[in-house]
C-alpha cells in the first residue's frame, strides 16, 4: 500500500482493487446515518482563477475578508492576506518567495500576450512544485494519488515550458513527466472549495469556487451517482487552530458524513458533482475527467431513458413521481436539497453521543438545516417562505 497520512478513522477500511473501482472505502461496521466517518485537512491549497472571487478570501486560511475590513496585501505581488499572521505563516507555506516570484511572472506574461494556457492549471502548478520545497513528504502523497498524465500530449509539453520559465533556480523534481503526473491527480483528486450559497444563485447565476484542495484520504472515495456520504466544509468558519505542517487551519478542514445508513461491507461512495446532473452529463463528465463508464444502479435506469423516445428532462420529471419507472425518487425525495441552483446533498446532523440519529438534516451546497419533517417534497422550490420556515445554520 503507498504510503497515506496517518490512521484511517475507525468505521471504514480501505480495500484495494475492490469491484475493478481501484482503491475503495468500505464500512467496516454499521455506519449510522449523519455519522461522520472522515474529517481531513488538505496537503495543498490553491485558489480558483476567478477575478471575482481571488481579491475576496484569504489566500492563506481562505475565509472571506469583509469589505469593510483593511487585508494585508503581500508587498511584493498584491496577494491578500486577512492579517499580518496569516501572511506570516503563508510566507513559509502557501506564499513562498518561489510563489510570490512565479505569480510576478505569471501576472506580466498575462498582460503582455493573450494568455493561451488555463489558468487554474498554472496556479496549481506553481503551489504543488511549492510543496515540492517546503513538504517533499506530502508532495510525494500528492504523487501517490490515482492518476497519470500523458507526456506527450503537445498542451502538456507547453505548460510545463511555461512553468520552467517561471523558476530562477533549477528545481529538483521539475520535469515533463512529473508536471503530466501532476495535472493528472489535480483533474481527477482536487475538491473544490466553494463560495457560500448566495441570494444571486436564486437567479440562475453559478456558485462560485473559491479554492481547490488535495485532501490524501477524500480522494480514494469512489464515485456514484446515488452516493452515499457527502462532503462539508465551512471555509469561514472561525478556529485558532494553525498547527498542522502546511500551516493550514482547521477551517479548510472537510468532513464526509453518512446521507443514510450504510450497512457493514457495503462501498462507500461521493458524487464527484451535484446529484441532480442528467444521465448524459454524468456519463460524459465521468469519461472525459476520470475516464470510467458509470454503471451504478442509478445509471443502469437511466440508460432506459436515453433511447431517443423519451427527452431526458420529461423522463425525469415524470419519473419523480413514480417509484416503478425510478426507483431511486426516494432519494431526490429524502436528500436532495429544493433550493434553486443549490444542487447540494441533505445529510442528517452528526448523531449523539448514544447514538441516536438527528432529526435535523444539512444541505452540503447551501448549509441550511431543515427538520426531517418539514423537507419539502416540491423540487426546485425556493420561495421565501419555505425558506422562512428553515432553521438557519
Ligand atoms: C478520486 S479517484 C478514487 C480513488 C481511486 N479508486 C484510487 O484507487 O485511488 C477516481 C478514480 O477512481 C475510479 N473510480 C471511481 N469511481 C468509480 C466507479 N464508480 N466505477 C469505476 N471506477 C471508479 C476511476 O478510475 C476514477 O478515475
Known amino acids: ?34 455519522e461522520v ?40 505581488c498584491g496577494t ?46 506553481i503551489a504543488a512544485y511549492n510543496l515540492a520545497l517546503v513538504n517533499p513528504g506530502d508532495f510525494h502523497l500528492l504523487l501517490s494519488l490515482h492518476g497519470r498524465g500523458d507526456p506527450t500530449k503537445a498542451s502538456t509539453v507547453l505548460l510545463h515550458d511555461f512553468i520552467v520559465s517561471l523558476h530562477d533556480a533549477t528545481h529538483h523534481e521539475l520535469s515533463v513527466i512529473v508536471t503530466a503526473d501532476l495535472l493528472a491527480k489535480d483533474a481527477m483528486n482536487a475538491f473544490g472549495l466553494m463560495e457560500g450559497y448566495d441570494k444571486s444563485m436564486v437567479n440562475g447565476n453559478m456558485k462560485l ?30 478556529s485558532n487552530d494553525s498547527n498542522d505542517s502546511y500551516g493550514q487551519n482547521s477551517n479548510t478542514e472537510i468532513s464526509i458524513r453518512a ?30 475527467d476520470y475516464g470510467f ?4 444502479d442509478r445509471c443502469l435506469v437511466e440508460k432506459k431513458w436515453n433511447t431517443g423516445v423519451v427527452e431526458e428532462d420529461d423522463a425525469m420529471e415524470s419519473a419523480k413521481n413514480s417509484n416503478e419507472e425510478f426507483p431511486h425518487a426516494y432519494f431526490f425525495l429524502n436528500f436532495m436539497c429544493s433550493r434553486l441552483n443549490c444542487g447540494g446533498t441533505l445529510a442528517h446532523l452528526p448523531p449523539s453521543v448514544e447514538g441516536v440519529v438527528s432529526d435535523q438534516l444539512e444541505c452540503s451546497g447551501c448549509g441550511i438545516i431543515r427538520h426531517k419533517d418539514d423537507i419539502d417534497y416540491d423540487v426546485d422550490d425556493d420561495d421565501d417562505e419555505s425558506d422562512e420556515d428553515m432553521i438557519e445554520d
Open 259 to 288: 446521507i443514510h445508513e450504510i450497512s457493514q461491507g457495503n462501498e462507500i461512495c461521493l458524487s464527484y458533482f451535484p446529484v441532480n446532473w442528467t444521465y448524459n452529463e454524468r456519463q460524459h463528465r465521468l469519461k472525459e
Open 80 to 125: 491578500p492576506f486577512c492579517s499580518v499572521n496569516c501572511h506570516s505563516i503563508a510566507a513559509t507555506s502557501l506564499h513562498t518567495p518561489f510563489v510570490c516570484r512565479a505569480y510576478c511572472l505569471f501576472e506580466s506574461t498575462r498582460k503582455e500576450k493573450p494568455f493561451v494556457f488555463d489558468e487554474e492549471q498554472v496556479l496549481f502548478l
Open 209 to 238: 469556487v473559491r479554492g481547490y484542495g488535495i485532501y490524501v484520504y477524500a480522494s480514494c472515495f469512489n464515485h456514484d451517482c446515488l452516493p452515499n456520504v457527502c462532503r462539508f466544509d465551512y471555509l469561514d468558519r472561525d
Open 37 to 76: 466517518i472522515l474529517s481531513e485537512k488538505p496537503i495543498l491549497l490553491y485558489p480558483s482563477a476567478s477575478t471575482t472571487t481571488s481579491s475576496s478570501y484569504c489566500h492563506r486560511c481562505f475565509r472571506s475578508l469583509p469589505p469593510d475590513k483593511a487585508f494585508v496585501p503581500c508587498f511584493t
Open 1 to 34: 500500500m503507498t504510503a497515506m497520512a496517518g490512521p484511517l478513522p475507525q468505521p471504514i477500511d480501505l480495500l484495494h482493487h475492490y469491484r475493478d473501482h481501484g482503491r475503495s472505502f468500505v464500512a467496516a461496521r454499521t455506519i449510522k446515518s449523519g
Open 293 to 296: 463508464q458509470c454503471s451504478c
